[in-house]
Each structure stands twice: as structure tokens, then as C-alpha cells.
């Protein structure tokens, strides 16, 4: 991977983990490691783990700004918070400037994220003040997965006990629209070994988007939709 083009490590599977740290040499069992490092214990600085010593090295080698990899940390612009303290609206800026929106919602019994998918969005819906922004572009896979680990996060904070068990895509953007990047975070955000929100607790919300369900029912994909 060249310095030039670097990439998140968020935006891989658990199997591309694996093939890159082998193709350096190292031992793929070491990416139970860093797979659990990045999505099950959500670090946003893997230089604060102890890791073994060929993972640790390759980390400091090919992780951090100006390197072949990086891990997609949003910056918290501002956090609303409802009147009963149960929902939490986040504005998150992405690296590129791009300022999206995320939601914890807390009810008796469970707690929901609701995730963007894309900045702006190209639907132009008139009851939608996303719609009417205008499609700015898709968000990449790192980035939807960004916002659970976030949201999981803050209600660590704030309930220890509590695990994050739902996950709704309608925040901005229309998920259809962005399926090959929403396939592949969903893909991450369902892996037991990670994250491990299962697929039944997922709910894709779209607008109609033809192509996009079609596809869906033709991979007999696990996810809901809500249309």
C-alpha cells in the first residue's frame, strides 16, 4: 500500500486483515488481535495496547497519519441531547471535512444507532432537509462503521453495563444508493468477533431505491429493510 493512498483500517474485513499482515510476514493469527483492538474494544489509538512484538512493530510501521493505513476516528463537532436524556444526536466530522450525523437512542430495555451512509444525498426529497443539500458523496465502509463504534463508546461511558443491540441506517443519505460500501460495514458491524450487532437488530431504511432491494432479495441478505 502506498503512502499516497493510505487506507482505514476500518474498511476491512476481518479476512483482508489477515492477507495483509501475512503478505508482511507475519502470522495471520495475530489479526484476532487487532480485529478485536479495532472493533470489539473500539481503540482509537492502537498505540496504547500491548501487542506482540512482530504485530506491535507492523502497527508502528504502517499505522498513523502519513502511513500506508489509518483508523477512521471522527471529530465531534457537537452533541445534542434530548430533554430526557435518553437521545443523543452527534455531528461528526469526517478527515475530509465532511460534517454527518449519528444518533444514540436509549429505550427501556435496548439502545438504537442510527448511522449515515452518505454526505447529502441525491433522492431530493421534500420533507427531508438532507435531500434538500444535495448529494455530496458516498461514505466509504470505515466511516458507517466509525459511527457504531462511537456510539458505542459514549454508552459505555454513560451505562457500563449496557451493550449497543440495534442499529438503524436513516441518518443522512439513502443506504441503497450506497450499497457496496453499506453491505461491506454491515458485514463488519455483524461479525461476532467484533462489534457483533446481529443482522435480525439491523433495519435498512430507504426510500424505494429498485436496483438496491432487488439486489438484496437476490443475495438473500439477512438485513431488514424498511421502505
Not at 19 to 28: D, E, H, T, V
Not at 71 to 96: A, C, N, Q, Y
Not at 107 to 128: L, P
Request: glycine share 10%; charged share 25%; net charge neutral.
Amino acid at each position: 500500500m502506498s503512502p499516497s493512498a493510505p487506507q482505514s483500517l476500518h474498511d476491512l474485513g476481518f479476512s483482508e486483515i489477515e492477507s495483509i499482515l501475512s503478505g508482511a510476514g507475519i502470522n495471520p493469527v495475530h489479526a484476532k488481535a487487532l480485529w478485536r483492538a479495532l472493533h470489539r474494544e473500539g481503540e482509537t489509538d492502537l498505540t496504547n495496547r500491548s501487542f506482540l512484538p512482530p504485530l506491535k512493530r507492523w502497527i508502528e510501521t504502517n499505522v498513523g497519519e502519513g502511513k500506508a493505513f489509518f483508523l477512521d476516528v471522527p471529530e465531534v463537532v457537537d452533541e445534542i441531547r434530548s430533554s430526557d436524556g435518553l437521545t443523543r444526536k452527534f455531528l461528526l466530522r469526517l478527515r475530509d471535512g465532511q460534517v454527518i450525523e449519528t444518533v444514540l437512542m436509549g429505550y427501556d430495555g435496548r439502545h438504537t444507532v442510527c448511522v449515515s451512509t452518505q454526505a447529502g444525498c441525491a433522492m431530493g426529497c421534500v420533507f427531508c432537509a438532507t435531500g434538500q443539500m444535495g448529494f455530496v458523496r458516498h461514505l466509504r465502509p470505515g466511516e458507517i462503521v466509525a459511527q457504531v463504534l462511537h456510539a458505542r463508546r459514549v454508552l459505555k461511558e454513560i451505562h457500563p453495563n449496557k451493550r449497543l443491540r440495534n442499529l438503524v441506517m436513516m441518518g443522512m443519505g439513502e443506504p441503497l444508493h450506497n450499497i457496496d460500501a453499506v453491505m461491506r460495514a454491515l458485514d463488519i458491524i455483524s461479525d461476532v468477533r467484533g462489534i457483533g450487532i446481529g443482522p435480525s437488530k439491523i433495519a435498512i431504511s430507504t426510500v424505494g431505491v429498485v436496483p438496491g432491494i432487488k439486489r438484496m432479495a437476490e443475495e438473500d441478505s439477512p438485513y431488514r429493510l424498511a421502505v
